[in-house]
Structure formats: C-alpha cells, structure tokens
C-alpha cells in the first residue's frame, strides 16, 4: 500500500516558521527521491523543493531559498519542510510526493493529500 502522510500545517502570521513533516510507507517509501510542491488559491500546483534519500542532495525553487530548508530521516522515512521567515505568498496547500526527483510534478508518482499552511499579514 502507498501511503503518504503529511502534518504540521497551520496558521502563522508573517516572519513566522512551521516545519512540516510527511512520512512515507510502502512502495511510496522506496522512491529515489521526495519532494514538496504547493498549490495557492486559484494558481496551479508549484515545485518547492526536492531531496534524494540516498545522498541528500537538494533543490530548492527560487521563491524559497534560504527561508525553508528540506532534509530526511532515512531510518524513519519521513520527509521535512522547516519553513522560516514565511511570508503571505507562502499560503498554499502543501504536498508532499515521492518519485524521481526534479521539479517536475510528472517525475512523481505518489502524492499525499496535502495540508494547509496560512501565513497572515
């Protein structure tokens, strides 16, 4: 069984921080890589950040550099987001996905069902 589940989304107000978390099981949790993308109001789904298990290297989108940080437990196979110095364009439901890596929403095969992050001004 596939199973990706995310939590620790929430209300914030500007400059704030939340760290997300997403733990991955079954053929979810044998993927190369996971990721995070993000979906605002009335906006298509963007790429956030991205991390290989094996390795740990990382990608991030431009918007988020140097504000959020990705990383990963191998032994727990769950997956991170500390976000930081969070902004009201940061409001979006956040998911986590498993696959390839890369930013390409179609490089990921497995998607959790998302949480909701509200950074107030």
């Known amino acids: 069984q596939v199973r990706l589940v995310e939590s620790g989304g929430g209300l914030v107000q500007a400059g704030g921080s939340l760290r997300l978390s997403c733990a991955a099981s079954?053929?979810?949790?044998?993927?190369?890589?996971m990721g995070w993308f993000r979906q605002a109001p009335g906006k298509e789904r963007e790429f956030v950040s991205t991390i290989i298990w094996s390795g740990g290297s990382t990608y991030y989108a431009d918007s988020v550099k140097g504000r959020f940080t990705i990383s990963r437990d191998n032994a727990k196979r769950t997956l991170y987001l500390q976000m930081n110095s969070l902004k009201p364009s940061d409001t979006a439901v956040y998911y986590c996905?498993?696959?390839?890596?890369?930013?390409?929403?179609?490089?990921?095969?497995?998607w959790g069902q998302g949480t909701q992050v509200t950074v107030s001004s």
């Open positions: 996905a498993a696959g390839m890596g890369g930013s390409s929403q179609g490089a990921y095969g497995y």
């Open positions: 079954g053929r979810a949790a044998s993927s190369t890589a």
